[in-house]
């Protein structure tokens, strides 16, 4: 005889969900969260990093183009 799924939290009999699914669902979910804050942080670093070394760039052409 085929054994049975253990209940979770969506099952159609209403059975009481499992705390250790509904904790890694938490979990995961807190992962995420802080992968997109993250990710969005590296691109503030290149935005910056990019504007910094356009920034040089345009003070050594102005040097160069000013030197006597």
């Not at 159609?12 to 992962?31: I, K």
């Not at 503030?44 to 345009?58: S, T």
Request: negative net charge.
């Amino acid at each position: 005889m085929p054994e049975e799924p253990a209940p979770t939290a969506s099952t159609p009999t209403g059975g009481t969900p499992d705390p250790l699914r509904e904790a890694d669902r938490e979990a995961e979910q807190r992962r995420l969260v802080q992968e997109k804050k993250n990710e969005r942080m590296v691109w503030w670093y290149l935005a910056y990093f990019l504007f910094g070394i356009h920034l040089v760039a345009f003070v050594m052409i102005y040097a160069v183009t000013h030197a006597k």
